[in-house]
């Protein structure tokens, strides 16, 4: 396939906008409050003049989170820059504080309007249904309460962003030290381990502190809207209408049923093909056969031109997407210190081309990570033309179907990245795998946060032992612990959701389950396969979770059988490598 040059890549024009000025930027609440005030006082006497209001509504609302955007991507990318830190600080405490009552006047303007019911509901029934539930469990005392839970979330990033290792006299992030473990060297493996973990705890009580803060916090933000516990009102915030904490409670029955036993079965034979007479910790992820991690790429750039070139035997629009980003910049994909962990795909209301964030060092798991979100990315394209900002703000269980679809579709074309077929095959299996291992991690996570928000008043000795308990359900029995028993109390904080957003994790399970049977669906019959995943993600949140799934040719179940039948899916595609 012939690619088509950067320098030819047509960046989509910006939207033009109908009721901000084209030269408008936010610098003061001063300078924004005078457009707030203007739709908030607008009379409206029509339908069509209700529409046109909403798409003034959603254009400032687009403009707005599309600033505080650009200031999370700076401050994320520089955690120890404090200019970066005060922009985004003084955007939630001096902008989205005073903005948040308008918000909410709009969403009662828009109920309380005559013309509302005339809204025509196959485009508008969602977007109501989400409104009219925000506006139930807003209170204007939860505003600076929010306010002050975002920006004190922000010293999570912080805390783990500043730990780097020394290993062997080279300074490394906590993501550069993580390619290690996949060394052949078991002494390196250990040494790394041993010291990142006393890192870890050395951070262990400015981590719990920091958790009781938001705790408090969250658990009085539950109360003031009229919720028995956090996880109540979490699950009111985040728009939950398809499914309930006891379908949650399903799924993590059916994973720790269907899914723990046979992670026990990959560690026990982990542990005979290595010849080892205990699994350690830091054996987890060493090749079986003794060969060294894989590389599928060295640069960030090379990262970004293979996956243009994988996603084009996709699909050539997603390719085309990803050279869109690239030609505008839209991508910070190397580890460096003082920047925050983790991977993002940063969705930009008004520009339509989103960013991706991430701590590549050149291994496979970055590979996995930069297909993952640039399945977030594709998500963002495809919707870019929906005319409502509110239609593009998908919810996570379809965002995540999005993503860990396309780190399965693309697997079927990573030659890309691995000209050897034996690399290729490893790494196809080492990704199988960590599909299925990934599922007892993310139960386990959404569990114990069901458990902290029901008990809110707990010690950090009982909130450790609760996580000892959970873990017990989920984990492998063949891994051993011992000398290292003390402070797995508090490998809950490796999971950066739970410092910065609560309940959002288990969507992951749900998705990934979807992503499997999407691949299924992909290795049966292609074409019409990605007609179906391109349909259901145009249509960004304008059917409920459940119709969204159909679209996409896949079920929205969390009952045992059919967890292990794509369990069992995924079992036979490992066996036929």
């Known amino acids: ?24 930027s936010i610098t003061t609440w001063t300078n924004l409050e005078p457009y707030f005030i203007q739709l908030d006082k607008r009379v409206i006497g029509s339908l069509e003049e209700l529409e046109k209001w909403l798409l003034d509504v959603s254009e400032l609302e687009s403009v707005f989170q599309e600033d505080q955007a650009w200031r999370y991507i700076r401050m994320t990318g520089d955690t120890e820059n404090r200019e970066y830190e005060e922009a985004f600080n003084y955007f939630a405490s001096k902008l989205e504080l005073p903005s948040a009552p308008y918000f909410n006047s709009f969403h009662k303007h828009l109920l309380s309007s ?23 469990i807003y209170r204007p005392l939860n505003v600076p309460l929010l306010t002050r839970i975002d920006v004190m979330s922000q010293e999570y990033a912080r805390i783990i962003g500043s730990i780097t290792v020394v290993i062997r006299d080279k300074e490394m992030t906590l993501q550069q030290a993580s390619n290690l473990f996949k060394s052949v060297d078991r002494n390196l493996r250990e040494q790394t381990y041993r010291q990142v973990r006393e890192l870890r705890l050395a951070r262990r009580e400015s981590l719990d502190l920091l958790f009781d803060k938001l705790l408090e916090l969250r658990n009085q933000v539950a ?59 830091w054996d987890s992820e060493v090749d079986l056969l003794g060969r060294p991690p894989l590389a599928p790429f060295n640069n960030a750039e090379e990262l970004i031109e293979k996956t243009i070139q994988c996603f084009n035997r996709i699909d050539p629009e997603f390719g085309r997407y990803i050279r869109i980003m690239n030609k505008m910049g839209h991508f910070d994909l190397d580890s460096h210190k003082g920047k925050a962990p983790g991977g993002y795909n940063y969705h930009l209301p008004e520009t339509g081309v989103p960013f991706i964030f991430m701590n590549s060092v050149g291994s496979l798991r970055d590979l996995v990570t930069m297909v993952h979100e640039g399945g977030h990315a594709i ?3 495809l919707c870019r ?22 780190e399965l579709l693309s697997m079927e074309h990573w030659d890309v990245f691995f000209s050897n077929k034996e690399d290729l095959k490893r790494a196809k299996m080492e990704q199988m795998e960590k599909v299925l291992r990934s599922l007892p991690w993310i139960c386990l996570v959404d569990k114990f946060q069901h458990w902290i928000y029901e008990h809110p008043i707990h010690t950090h000795q009982e909130r450790g032992e609760k ?10 029995k063949v891994i051993d612990w011992s000398g290292f028993e003390d402070g797995r109390e508090s490998d809950w904080h490796k999971q950066l959701h739970i410092f910065e957003v609560p309940f959002y994790y288990i969507e992951y399970a749900f998705a990934q389950l979807g992503a499997i049977a999407v691949w299924r669906n992909y290795k049966r019959n292609p074409d019409e396969s990605i007609l179906k995943y391109k349909k259901a993600l145009s249509l960004g ?15 929205f179940e969390f009952s045992r059988s059919y967890v292990r039948e794509l369990v069992n899916f995924v079992r036979e595609e490992i066996r036929k490598l």
């Open 467 to 476: 996580w000892r308990e959970l873990a017990s359900g989920f984990e492998s």
């Open 541 to 555: 949140y304008t059917r409920s979770i459940g119709e969204l799934y159909e679209v996409a040719g896949v079920n």
């Open 385 to 406: 033309g929906l005319p409502l900002k509110e239609d593009k703000d998908v919810p996570s269980e379809i965002a995540e179907l999005a993503s860990m679809s396309m």
């Open 379 to 381: 998500h963002s394209f």
């Open 114 to 136: 005559r013309f509302c019911s005339l809204l025509p509901a196959d485009k508008y029934s969602i977007f109501l249904r989400s409104i009219k539930r925000e506006i139930e």
């Open 223 to 281: 109360l003031n809207a009229g919720f028995v516990n956090f996880r109540d009102y979490c699950f009111a915030a985040l728009g939950r209408f398809d499914y309930t904490a006891e379908d949650c409670f399903l799924l993590h029955h059916s994973v720790s049923e269907e899914l723990t036993p046979l992670i026990g079965e990959f560690d026990l034979r982990r542990k005979e093909m290595l010849g080892l007479d205990k699994l350690r910790p």
């Open 1 to 24: 396939m012939n690619e088509v040059p950067d320098d030819i890549v047509v960046v989509p024009e910006k939207k033009i906008r109908k009721f901000l000025p084209e030269d408008f």
